[in-house]
């Protein structure tokens, strides 16, 4: 009997292949998205990993500078004193070479392959190592660089380090050990520091040593350094981790939108046919046996549609992966990964849920079948009367989603995962209200369309009531994915507002100068500056890293100018700003303290060089520089606590707008060519946007695919409306409705559905983009904002509901227009 | 003396076939109506009835042959000045909209209008003032007993109801013409009687043409003539 069930199946969807194929199209595309995204996000880890493996190899820990750089003395001490072999010290910093921009790696080329094990590069030939030692100048050039450049044999090369130039001695090459890994240009420990002029000083010393020896290690290390495991960077590793959160959970709504169009399909394909089913059921076909025919018709649609998914998925993983590669390389790091990788597990995972989706959304449409009444499975008028009362029952059951919402999001304050639970609930409260509120604007527009349009104008309102079965899924599938574009357009109108008003909180000065790590300011220099005319004033800056047990910290130490510190306070206690002015004590970024649960009073222990230190917290600072600086002191208390008195940049004040070019011109004559980097406020803030948007260009494009796939949602309903509707616009046009009394008739109903749709997501979308703002970005990134109401993404929203119904409703009214009127008004 | 000008046919087929796949339903058909007449097309189930009906009423156009229409200027010679067969499909919407009134066999009332906004339809699609159609609509449900009932929708009424509705929506604007098809084949013989009735009283009353195509035999009493399709071919049988 299963097998007449399912060639009748068979049968039903060859003579109707459009709804086979929305039905296909609507898993296809929720799945691909989901595997899309996932693969990107695989790459993207992969990318991190390669970076973090390429600097660490086979190191097990660190010796660090404790804001500055390590004396030599230290590499020494280590390998003499304590007798630690498997030391071998890098110097980092960056070169220019033939216009390209690198990273310069300076090592112990006896010591590397012990130590890191040339995990992100390897020489041509083995040789080459000893020629860095030998040669002055001697560097080993990217194969892919020597190859641009022609470089073969011994060639000197022009290269620029912080503002310098020099001449270096190309002796061979390095490539990539491993796949998509960044190779920088290789040198000899001391060229390096002849290099960057910082003769005797160490960027950090790597270790291969075990836990007894990193005991000795820690004890006899000289103020000023610190041991630190060889791990990776937990907080970007966090902040990278609660992007691809974010990405996956974006995957899996448009997955959610999917099922949507799949119940709505598989709902009409077991609505046409309940006249079969009920004659079926009637000559005595078992309800269970019904049940399993139509479930097993949808695994069927769904193996079809799952697979026809993870093809698209892969496909668009090659096009998303630049998109993720570009926000998360806009953090932090850069990489050579440029294509997305097939993943067994991604697969597997994308079949289960597809398939998975699919079985959940047709058990509705399978049950109905199953339970109908014989006599009741055959009218049309029973079916629509129960989905009124459905419509009704589904507006009531809002309220329990809604308080789900709210226990899920009140028990876990810092779950990321729960967090996106809530926020599911929300959207099904949101889908489940829907179709009652279509159902009220529509009673509510009647007066108005017989006012205004007479009958045709009631037909057209009352046509989207009359079917509900139809065009309440797809209102609610539509009004769901429009409310994510709302919500995800006003989280980022309102991110973008954030972002702006701290950058012109922070940028205090009118133009920034700032020096490489090589090519340092001096005090001169910055009475030469403050001296200019048309400066009223300068800031200072110096940016360190802090390694400490919580991975490395990013302090800003800051001598403000007449404009004052630049800090967007969140929590201060009183006198905060005087006291970190004139005392040893911090001020931390939000994500900062909300990571490690800080409030002002806390204290927070950082190393300094003289030890480790408690820091009082006096404030907490608004910061949304991802993976930036963490923590602020003032510059006089990190001089004498870090012995460094190195500035990384200085801010100029300028007395008139108008002067700043003037000023600019003034202070490149001050220094030597290419020695720091000028840029002016508005510059700055022309970047971070850039950056920005470049950051939510991917929610743009997965937003787009939702959308795609409600559009679908909608044009299913239309089709099958068309379909069911058939005689009846047979009557009429029978009557003397004209074709395009008919096709207005048709777009004005689809009209409605979009308007219904955009009235629904409105709400929708601005319940989830307060809590994208105040919970999801809180909990991903520990960052606050306020929540803009602005008009604009409601508006374009609400245009895209009903701009995605009316172009949905083009092709059905066209349809109606060709149908043959005779045919039709013959098939009873 | 001046002999009595022969009334002129409203509508006029002449040679007229229609071929669905490869089965010719109509072949070189010849037929006429004067206004006011009432015509009976009989002939089995799948002779053509309903075809010719649809032909009739724009709802197809032939494959051959010429569709008049006459509303007594003789423009061309050939009997009307209005050729059906050569309007475009907007053309033949407005024709219906103000000259044809149907009747189905399974009445095809709108389900989301009320009974008075159903019949109301064809007035509002020919633009009469909502107070007049109201009047009009009033007046109509009245004379085909369905007072008291306009505020119901038609899943509410009873088959017989139904098809009462569906006579005073085909004769709400005054149409030249009442195309039923098989406007008994879904009642009883009780109530199928009682519509006929009435069907045949408007459109005597209000002289609309009527052309019904039926296969019972007690409606070729009501006829004025009754014509036969047999193979093809319509062929004028004694009432």
Request: charged content about 20%; some cysteine.
């Amino acid at each position: 009997m299963r097998d007449l069930l399912l060639r009748a199946s068979a049968r039903f969807y060859l003579r109707h292949p459009w709804q086979l194929a929305l039905a296909i199209a609507g898993v296809a595309l929720g799945v691909a998205v989901y595997v899309g995204v996932a693969l990107a996000n695989d790459s993207a880890r992969r990318a991190f990993e390669l970076s973090s493996e390429a600097v660490t190899g086979r190191t097990t820990h660190r010796v660090l500078p404790i804001g500055g750089a390590l004396p030599d003395e230290v590499f020494t001490d280590l390998v003499t004193r304590l007798g630690i072999s498997r030391a071998a010290p890098v110097i980092e910093a960056g070169i220019a070479v033939g216009g390209r921009r690198l990273s310069l790696l300076g090592i112990d080329p006896l010591k590397e392959p012990i130590v890191r094990g040339f995990v992100g590069w390897v020489p041509e030939r083995a040789s080459d190592g000893a020629r860095l030692l030998i040669e002055p100048g001697a560097v080993l050039l990217p194969e892919t660089l020597a190859a641009d450049l022609g470089v073969d044999g011994d060639t000197s090369v022009e290269a620029r380090l912080g503002g310098r130039s020099a001449t270096l001695l190309a002796v061979g090459t390095v490539r990539a050990a491993a796949r998509d890994t960044d190779v920088p240009v290789v040198t000899d420990i001391a060229t390096a520091q002849a290099l960057t002029g910082r003769f005797g000083l160490l960027y950090r010393i790597d270790l291969r040593i075990d836990d007894d020896d990193a005991a000795r290690v820690a004890a006899a290390l000289p103020p000023g350094a610190t041991l630190v495991p060889a791990e990776r960077d937990t907080a970007f590793e966090q902040l990278t981790q609660a992007f691809q959160v974010n990405l996956t959970a974006l995957g899996l709504l448009a997955l959610v939108v999917g099922m949507f169009l799949i119940y709505s399909t598989m709902a009409f394909a077991i609505v046409q046919r309940r006249a079969v089913f009920g004659t079926l059921l009637a000559i005595g076909l078992a309800r269970r046996d019904l049940l399993v025919g139509v479930w097993l018709e949808a695994l069927v649609l769904g193996v079809a549609a799952t697979g026809l998914g993870l093809a698209l998925g892969h496909v668009l993983a090659q096009g998303l992966v630049d998109l993720v590669l570009a926000t998360i390389g806009d953090f932090s790091f850069s990489s050579r990964v440029t294509a997305a990788e097939p993943s067994v597990r991604v697969y597997l995972l994308g079949a289960a849920l597809g398939i998975g989706a699919t079985l959940v959304s047709a058990l509705g449409p399978a049950v109905d079948a199953a339970r109908g009444a014989p006599a009741a499975a055959m009218r049309r008028a029973a079916l629509e009367r129960q989905s009124r009362a459905r419509s009704r029952l589904a507006a009531w059951c809002a309220l329990p989603a809604l308080v789900a919402a709210a226990v899920v999001l009140s028990i876990g304050s810092r779950s990321l995962m729960l967090a996106f639970a809530g926020l599911f609930f929300v959207l099904v409260a949101g889908a489940l209200v829907t179709p009652a509120v279509t159902s009220l604007l529509m009673r509510a527009l009647e007066p108005l369309a017989e006012r205004g349009f007479g009958i045709p104008g009631l037909l057209a309102v009352r046509g989207v009531t009359a079917s509900l079965s139809r065009t309440g899924v797809a209102t609610a599938a539509l009004a769901v994915a429009v409310a994510t574009v709302i919500g995800i357009g006003l989280m980022i109108t309102s991110f973008r507002g954030s972002l702006i008003e701290w950058l012109e909180t922070t940028l205090t000065a009118d133009l920034y100068v700032s020096f490489d790590e090589s090519a340092r300011s001096d005090d001169d220099l910055v009475t030469a500056i403050a001296a200019l005319p048309d400066v009223s004033g300068t800031s200072l800056t110096r940016v360190a890293r802090l390694p400490t047990a919580l991975g490395d910290l990013g302090l800003r130490a800051a001598q403000p100018g007449p404009e004052g510190w630049g800090l967007e306070i969140v929590e201060a206690q009183a006198g905060a700003l005087e006291r970190l002015g004139s005392e040893p004590v911090v001020a931390v970024a939000e994500p900062l303290a909300f990571r490690l649960e800080l409030r002002p009073g806390d204290r927070l222990t950082l190393p300094t060089a003289a030890g480790e230190r408690e820091f009082p917290i006096v404030a907490v600072y608004r910061d949304y520089d991802a993976g930036g600086s963490s923590i602020v002191v003032s510059l006089a208390q990190y001089r004498r606590l870090w012995n460094d008195d190195g500035v990384s940049s200085i801010g100029v004040h300028v007395t008139e707008r108008s002067r700043i070019p003037a000023v600019e011109a003034a202070i490149r004559e001050l220094m030597p060519r290419g020695s720091a980097r000028i840029i002016s406020t508005d510059g700055v803030i022309e970047i971070s946007l850039a950056v920005f948007d470049r950051t939510f260009k991917i929610t743009e494009v997965l937003r787009l695919l939702a959308a795609i796939i409600a559009f679908l949602g909608v044009l299913s309903a239309l089709l099958s409306i068309e379909i069911e509707k058939a005689r009846e616009h047979a009557v009429l046009r029978a009557l003397g409705l004209g074709p395009r009394g008919l096709a207005t008739l048709t777009l004005t109903q689809t009209t409605l559905l979009g308007a219904a749709a955009a009235i629904a997501a409105i709400p929708i979308g601005t319940a989830l983009a307060a809590l994208l703002v105040y919970v999801i970005n809180r909990r991903s990134f520990g960052w606050t904002m306020s929540l803009d109401p602005a008009a604009e993404p409601a508006l374009a929203g609400a245009a895209l509901a009903v701009g995605a119904a009316l172009v949905a409703g083009i092709y059905p009214a066209l349809r109606m227009r060709r149908a043959e009127l005779g045919r039709a008004l013959r098939e009873e | 003396m001046h002999a009595e000008p022969k009334p002129r046919p409203q509508v006029r087929l002449v040679e007229v076939s229609k071929t669905y796949g490869r089965t010719t339903v109509l072949d070189n058909v010849n037929f006429a109506a004067e206004r006011g007449e009432i015509v009976v097309v009989i002939g089995r189930s799948g002779s053509g009835k309903s075809t010719l009906l649809r032909l009739i009423g724009g709802l197809e156009e032939p494959d051959r042959g010429m569709i008049f229409y006459g509303d007594g200027v003789d423009r061309d010679g050939l009997g009307g000045d209005r050729r059906l067969d050569r309007m475009s499909e907007s053309e033949r919407a407005a024709f219906r909209r103000r000259e044809i009134g149907f009747v189905f066999q399974f009445f095809n009332l709108i389900p989301t209008l009320t009974v008075a906004e159903n019949v109301a339809l064809p007035l509002a699609l020919n633009g009469v003032d909502k107070a007049d159609a109201a009047v009009r609509v009033a007046s109509l449900l009245a004379e085909l007993g369905l007072d008291g009932s306009g505020e119901r929708f038609p899943e509410e009424l009873s088959g017989g109801e139904q098809q009462r509705v569906a006579i005073a929506r085909a004769v709400a604007h005054n149409p030249g013409i009442v195309l039923a098809d098989e406007p008994t084949g879904n009642l009883d013989l009780e109530t199928a009687e009682r519509v006929l009735a009435l069907l045949d009283d408007v459109c005597r009353r209000h002289r609309t043409t009527l052309v019904m195509a039926t296969h019972s035999p007690e409606v070729i009493g009501r006829a004025d003539r009754v014509l036969t399709i047999r193979n093809a071919r319509l062929v004028e049988t004694p009432p």
